[in-house]
């Protein structure tokens, strides 16, 4: 058995005696700082505000998290702002894969700034050889659509040149997964397919994420979105990927099942936009939680923050086992739901039995289609 789904079974373990449980899955954003103001951005107020710059975590308190979060972790998704701003970068990643036996990062970035990129990425690989690495990079369209959206001329051609680099990586790296990540909004909505298409025929990276917008939105027409085409589009690549029509999948052990979950999410996630009510049980502040730049926590980014590091000595734990957090969790159970895809149905669906089988069957689709392809080339 993987390390994956080892750590899922511990969590079962407590979850049927009642008791919560170290998150498998943690998200942080490590920096406010970013060199973008995209119009969907539900972070846009905290962009490169001075006084909270001042508050940003440092490293030696991201070592102290990683010390204290009491449990091995499966995944950890680096965000910001841009987080290849922060030099310590791979400090970070390497506290992770050394105290809490990290099995998979996922570095989100803009994809501009390839000068700290590369580098940093390829120490990542070399410092952590057994970790698997997969760079997401924001790319919201076409290259009109995308500078539009991102208010930055030039820089589709920027992250588009950043993935073709990093594949080149890939070829003595085989641990680095390359991945696109798509916000579905009403800008880029009418040629979504087209960008689709571009990337199962041109660019061809590893992994293809198609986000569903979520409030706030800096430009809040973003939100106004045709449901009917993103469920078209989710149908579309779970084809695809069930038929192995695109690799769609991640590095590692278990890289099948987490793509798995990622193909079998968005079409619940359609679902769930459709019919404005909950289709599976949140775990939300139990198997997935948020920190933000100057250490607050949350369940989720849709939930107020919880409480502050900074009370807690840094101890995650601590405060990951306090009453607030209790709360949070008993309000979560009541009946929460979203459209979130890392912060709720990424953690949460393996921890959906009647979910869980569906995306078993699904993980030995795409392998089985993966498999007769290689045999096939």
């Keep these: 058995m993987d390390f994956h789904h080892k750590?899922?079974?511990?969590?079962?373990?407590r979850m049927a005696t009642?008791?919560?449980?170290?998150?498998?899955?943690?998200?942080?954003?490590?920096?406010?700082i970013c060199d973008m103001r995209c119009v969907h951005c539900f972070f846009t107020d905290e962009l490169d505000d001075k006084p909270r710059k001042k508050l940003q975590m440092t490293a030696q308190?991201?070592?102290?998290?990683?010390?204290?979060?009491?449990?091995?972790?499966?995944?950890?998704?680096?965000?910001?702002g841009e987080p290849f701003t922060r030099k310590d970068l791979p400090e970070i990643a390497r506290a992770f894969y050394e105290n809490n036996k990290l099995e998979s990062i996922y570095l989100m970035s803009n994809g501009q700034i390839q000068q700290r990129i590369i580098p940093d990425v390829s120490r990542i690989l070399e410092e952590c050889p057994n970790?698997?690495?997969?760079?997401?990079?924001?790319?919201?369209?076409?290259?009109?659509?995308?500078?539009?959206?991102?208010?930055?001329?030039?820089?589709?051609?920027i992250a588009v040149d950043t993935a073709r680099k990093l594949k080149e990586i890939k070829k003595e790296k085989p641990r680095l997964d390359i991945q696109t990540c798509t916000c579905f909004m009403n800008s880029n909505q009418d040629r979504i397919f087209e960008w689709y298409n571009f990337l199962k025929y041109d660019l061809k990276p590893d992994k293809v994420n198609f986000n569903y917008i979520r409030p706030p939105s800096a430009r809040p027409k973003e939100l106004i979105i045709d449901k009917a085409r993103y469920d078209k589009l989710s149908h579309v690549i779970s084809e695809d990927s069930r038929h192995a029509a695109i690799k769609n999948s991640y590095t590692g052990d278990?890289?099948?099942?987490?793509?798995?979950?990622?193909?079998?999410?968005?079409?619940?996630?359609a679902k769930t936009a459709f019919e404005?009510?909950?289709?599976?049980?949140?775990?939300?502040?139990?198997?997935?939680?948020?920190?933000?730049?100057?250490?607050?926590?949350?369940?989720c980014e849709i939930l107020d923050s919880v409480a502050n590091l900074r009370e807690y000595d840094w101890n995650f734990s601590k405060l990951w086992y306090s009453p607030a957090m209790e709360g949070r969790r008993e309000a979560v159970a009541n009946g929460c739901f979203c459209t979130h895809e890392s912060n709720c149905y990424y953690p949460s669906l393996p921890f959906?039995?009647?979910?869980?089988?569906?995306i078993k069957k699904l993980e030995k689709e795409m392998k089985e289609s993966a498999r007769a392809t290689r045999q096939l080339v």
């Design 254 to 269: 278990a890289g099948f099942f987490k793509a798995a979950i990622d193909v079998y999410m968005h079409e619940l996630i």
């Design 131 to 157: 970790l698997n690495v997969t760079v997401a990079l924001g790319i919201d369209g076409l290259k009109e659509d995308h500078e539009v959206i991102r208010q930055k001329p030039g820089s589709w051609d």
């Design 7 to 13: 750590e899922i079974l511990k969590r079962y373990a």
């Design 61 to 80: 308190n991201i070592v102290r998290i990683s010390e204290t979060l009491g449990a091995n972790l499966g995944v950890l998704i680096i965000a910001g």
């Design 18 to 32: 009642g008791r919560p449980f170290a998150p498998i899955l943690l998200n942080i954003l490590i920096t406010s």
């Design 276 to 299: 404005g009510r909950p289709q599976l049980q949140c775990w939300a502040g139990t198997a997935g939680a948020v920190i933000y730049d100057e250490g607050t926590v949350s369940s």
């Design 352 to 358: 959906n039995p009647t979910h869980l089988i569906e």
